[in-house]
């Protein structure tokens, strides 16, 4: 696994932005819950697209698919979020087993090595 510094900042800066973006979209009390839940959500789904590569091609492919994938999901979670008020144990049960099936998918396809 290799890590690409300047493509990493790049993804965590644009992750910063489209957090800000829910931060100033939602109006209740939740908001900064739902600014940083965003924030770590698409940044560790963006390192995975932008910023880290594998040793062979196809599991670099494999977890960018992956990343895409949760990257939607996690943007999909969070604008339907920031459109109605919310618990925050239901906000965060919801984003964590997403997080968490994203870690495990990824980490298996890393461990396969194909």
């Not at 995975?48 to 992956?66: A, D, K, Q, W």
């Amino acid at each position: 696994m290799k890590i690409d510094f300047v493509k990493s900042v790049v993804a965590i800066a644009i992750c910063g932005l489209i957090a800000y973006g829910f931060y100033a979209l939602h109006n209740s009390d939740n908001k900064l819950l739902l600014s940083l839940g965003c924030f770590f959500f698409t940044s560790v789904t963006s390192l995975g697209i932008i910023g880290i590569s594998f040793e062979l091609p196809r599991t670099t492919t494999l977890i960018r698919t992956v990343s895409s994938i949760f990257l939607f999901v996690a943007l999909a979670s969070n604008l339907i979020f920031s459109f109605m008020n919310f618990s925050i144990p239901a906000y965060i049960i919801i984003n964590g087993v997403f997080l968490l099936m994203y870690v495990l998918i990824s980490y298996s396809l890393a461990k396969a090595k194909q």
